[in-house]
C-alpha cells in the first residue's frame, strides 16, 4: 500500500511539473494532441505466486489527450488515456485502465511525412473492472504504465482560427501494470496488459 501511494505521487508531481512548465514556460509553443485508436494483439497476464498465465484479449478502442509544448526537436508534456471495456477472448468480464502520463516525442523534422518517436511514462489511475471479471469480493489497484511508439505526420492545415494543425498516425506499444485482490479466497494477484495501439489524430498549436 505504501508502494503504490509513493508511486501515485510521484506521478502526480511529474504531472504537475510538466503541465508547469508548458504554462510558465515563454520559449513554448502551446499544442493540444488528441486522438483516438483500436488496441490489437492485446494480452492479459495473470501472475499468482510467481506463476504467470496469459489470455488473448479481443480488440478494443480509446481516446487520449496530451497538452504539451515544442522545444526545438522535442516536444514535452502530460496527457491520458480513456480505453472502453474490453474482454479477454476466452473469459467472461470486462476491464479497462485510464493512465496518466507524462511523455516525450522527438521530432527532428516536423513537417510533412515527417517520422517521429515517442515514449510516455504514468499510472494508472483508474483500474476497473465488472463483476464478472472481478468476482465478488475482488479489488482492483492500478499502477504503472509505460509505451513507446512511433508516428508520421500526414499532412498540415489551418482551422478557422487560423491555429497550425497536424493530422498523424501512430502505432504504439504499451503495457498496463495492476493488481487483484479477493478478499474471501485471499488471493492476489499482478496484472498485466500489453497491447499494440494504431491511432490517427491531430494536434493543434496555439
Wanted: hydrophobic residues 40%; proline residues 3%.
Amino acid at each position: 500500500m505504501l508502494k503504490t501511494n509513493i508511486m501515485k505521487g510521484l506521478i502526480i508531481i511529474i504531472f504537475i511539473l510538466a503541465t508547469s512548465s508548458i504554462a510558465f514556460s515563454q520559449d513554448a509553443r502551446f499544442h493540444i494532441k488528441a486522438g483516438v485508436g483500436i488496441d490489437l494483439l492485446g494480452n492479459h497476464k495473470t501472475i499468482i505466486s510467481g506463476i504467470p498465465s496469459n489470455a488473448a484479449v479481443d480488440p478494443g478502442f480509446s481516446a487520449d489527450m496530451e497538452l504539451g509544448t515544442k522545444f526545438n526537436i522535442l516536444f514535452i508534456g502530460a496527457g491520458f488515456e480513456a480505453q472502453i471495456q474490453r474482454r479477454q477472448t476466452y473469459y467472461p468480464g470486462n476491464f479497462l485502465f485510464m493512465p496518466f502520463f507524462f511523455y516525450l516525442e522527438i521530432n527532428p523534422y516536423f513537417d510533412l511525412l515527417s517520422p517521429y518517436i515517442f515514449g510516455k511514462i504514468g499510472y494508472n489511475l483508474v483500474y476497473s473492472g465488472d463483476i464478472q471479471y472481478t468476482g465478488t469480493y475482488g479489488k482492483l489497484t492500478g499502477g504503472i504504465y509505460w509505451g513507446v511508439g512511433c508516428g508520421i505526420d500526414l499532412f498540415h492545415f489551418k482551422n478557422i482560427f487560423n491555429n497550425p494543425i497536424a493530422l498523424f498516425i501512430e502505432a504504439s506499444y504499451s503495457i498496463n501494470y495492476g493488481s487483484f485482490y479477493d478478499s474471501y479466497y485471499s488471493i492476489s494477484a499482478k496484472i498485466e496488459y500489453s497491447k499494440i495501439n494504431i491511432r490517427i489524430g491531430t494536434r493543434t498549436f496555439f
